[in-house]
């Protein structure tokens, strides 16, 4: 990543190793997370994968032993050969509370973390 996308990422990503599908008009994939943020999440690109840039989707993260953790409308911003990178849209309040949980535990610096906060409002 060039000097100029590092500052002007607001999020800080979080590496995070769970099970997740994705949603796509009547298709469904199974695949797994790589990294997550406030604002987005990248996943490891599944096989026969066909959807247009900015389609709008839905992944499900789960969380302990496959309980729905995270649910997120988003849309695909980019695609690479193994993973694919979405754009948070919008996401519940219960999935929103699991998430800001684990980007605190794994920030571990609560102003950094409401500074992040700060930039959803944005």
Request: proline content about 3%; aromatic content about 6%; hydrophobic content about 45%.
């Amino acid at each position: 990543m060039s000097a100029l996308a590092a500052e002007k990422r607001r999020f800080h990503r979080i590496e995070f190793d769970a099970p997740c599908e994705l949603h796509w008009q009547d298709e469904v994939w199974e695949t797994t997370v790589l990294d997550i943020s406030l604002k987005g999440v990248l996943v490891r690109r599944p096989e026969a994968w066909d959807v247009p840039l900015k389609d709008p989707c839905e992944v499900i993260i789960h969380l302990n032993d496959r309980e729905i953790g995270i649910v997120m409308a988003v849309a695909l911003r980019h695609v690479e050969t193994h993973r694919l990178g979405f754009k948070c849209q919008y996401i519940d309040l219960e999935s929103a509370s699991h998430l800001k949980r684990l980007v605190e535990l794994n920030l571990g610096d609560q102003a950094l973390l409401e500074r992040e906060f700060a930039h959803l409002l944005e």
